[in-house]
């Protein structure tokens, strides 16, 4: 039976703000998004009957609709009008789940990408990104990957000039913070503080990884309600233990940090692991 195994990358926020909600609910946001090496791997199998069915080395997580894989084959078929007898999809999940890295959105990416090249090698990425956006939000940029400015709901994509390289240092609290909570948390009028995203695009352009990381910053960081509190000391650590720059990505709990020196992420990955498990020392991708 056709089958295909496609990577599922994490993204990071280098910068995220937000500018307005919207009529429809959702909120307009301005993001710079980066794609890290840290990944799941989605295995796919058509024509194995049983509609669409999904497994996991994860057993709570969701193999019914709510899992977004699942949602994103049931796109993929409804508007290609394809027919394949089934898709099974086998999931290994790495990248720690409802963390602010778009780990449900990179399976949900892989598996319209891995039906694509299975069923309709013709369709372009663009075709993928329409489909990808009635997913979920980030799922348009886990289809393209690498370094980008994320516009609209995160479907309208800029790519920009690859970051540059360097270490990345993630540790995640252990809990989850829901993303349509700490939306429903934030009033765009009253954002203080904004990352300066102009000035990040222009450090991207240049190749300065210094100024770039001094600019990560994150509007949900100051939206945090005070139980959170381990987000903020972990990216102080960081920045103690030599990280150019840090800040949470996408609504949390994951903080990040970039190191221009491999023997200081070692010993920050070191350090931090043993506080919070869910630690990883990762290096950026240039696509996926
Ligand atoms: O699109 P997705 O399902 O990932 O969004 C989850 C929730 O996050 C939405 O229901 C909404 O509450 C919030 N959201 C938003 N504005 C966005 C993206 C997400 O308000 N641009």
């Known amino acids: 039976m056709p089958a295909i195994s496609v990577h599922a990358y994490a993204k990071l926020n280098l910068t995220l703000d937000i500018l307005e909600k919207r009529d429809d609910g959702y909120h307009e946001m301005r993001m710079l998004m980066q794609t890290v090496t840290?990944?799941?791997?989605?295995?796919?199998?058509?024509?194995?009957?049983?509609?669409?069915?999904?497994?996991?080395?994860?057993?709570?997580?969701?193999?019914?609709?709510?899992?977004?894989?699942?949602?994103?084959?049931?796109?993929?078929?409804?508007?290609?009008?394809?027919?394949?007898?089934g898709v099974s999809i086998r999931i290994e999940k790495h990248i720690p789940v409802c963390a602010g890295m778009a780990g449900g959105s990179a399976d949900g990416a892989a598996v319209l990408r891995g039906l694509r090249d299975l069923l309709r090698p013709e369709l372009s990425n663009r075709e993928l990104v329409r489909m990808g956006v009635s997913v979920g939000s980030d799922v348009p940029f886990c289809i393209q990957g690498g370094t980008a400015l994320a516009e609209g709901r995160g479907e309208i994509l800029t790519p920009l000039p690859a970051m540059p390289m360097c270490h990345v240092v993630i540790a995640k609290p252990d809990y989850c913070i829901s993303t349509p909570a700490l939306f429903a948390k934030i009033d765009c009028r009253k954002i203080v503080r904004r990352p300066d995203t102009a000035g990040a695009v222009?450090?991207?352009?240049?190749?300065?990884?210094?100024?770039?990381?001094?600019?990560?910053?994150?509007?949900?960081?100051?939206?945090?309600?005070?139980?959170?509190?381990e987000v903020g000391m972990i990216r102080r650590r960081l920045i103690d233990m030599g990280a150019l720059g840090a800040g949470m990505s996408g609504t949390g709990p994951s903080v990040f940090g970039l190191f221009s020196r491999e023997d200081e992420a070692r010993a920050a990955y070191g350090?931090?692991?043993?506080?919070?498990?869910a630690t990883f020392l990762v290096k950026i991708k240039q696509s996926v």
């Open 271 to 277: 350090a931090l692991k043993s506080a919070f498990p």
């Open 202 to 229: 222009e450090c991207l352009e240049q190749g300065d990884l210094k100024g770039l990381a001094r600019r990560i910053y994150n509007v949900f960081e100051d939206a945090l309600p005070p139980q959170y509190r």
């Open 38 to 85: 840290l990944r799941d791997t989605v295995k796919l199998e058509t024509g194995a009957g049983n509609g669409i069915t999904v497994s996991t080395n994860l057993r709570y997580l969701p193999t019914d609709q709510r899992n977004i894989a699942a949602k994103a084959a049931a796109v993929f078929l409804r508007e290609t009008g394809t027919d394949c007898g």
